[in-house]
Nanobody, 116 residues
Framework: QVQLVESGGGLVQPGGSLRLSCAASGFTVNSYTMRWSRQAPGKERELVAGINSYVNVRTYADSVKGRFTISRDNAKNTVDLQMNNLKPEDTAVYYC?????????WGQGTQVTVSS
């Protein structure tokens, strides 16, 4: 059974950092394109970062480029999102998802709030 569980969200001040982690089970993260998306209240869901299957080609939304880093740990079967220099507009629920062909599995999300 495929499962994705996010952790690491919380409340942080502007300029601070958080590291989100996504633990996968039922498949190997190396065999799927892994992505982080977010959704803020009243806004469309936004794809934030992705890392391709088998090769470490990373892509980022312009809004987070230079501040966020996605990484994959094949031994732990996890995918992390390091978020630095956080801004109030980064406040959202962050979701990890795994994509391969017609399959697109999602976690339950973790809340990130950036506020002073």
């Amino acid at each position: 059974q495929v499962q994705l569980v996010e952790s690491g969200g919380g409340l942080v001040q502007p300029g601070g950092s958080l590291r989100l982690s996504c633990a996968a089970s039922g498949f190997t993260v190396n065999s799927y394109t892994m992505r982080w998306s977010r959704q803020a209240p009243g806004k469309e869901r936004e794809l934030v970062a992705g890392i391709n299957s088998y090769v470490n080609v990373r892509t980022y939304a312009d809004s987070v480029k230079g501040r966020f880093t996605i990484s994959r740990d094949n031994a732990k079967n996890t995918v992390d999102l390091q978020m630095n220099n956080l801004k109030p507009e980064d406040t959202a629920v962050y979701y990890c998802h795994a994509v391969r062909g017609v399959f697109d599995y999602w976690g339950q999300g973790t809340q990130v709030t950036v506020s002073s």
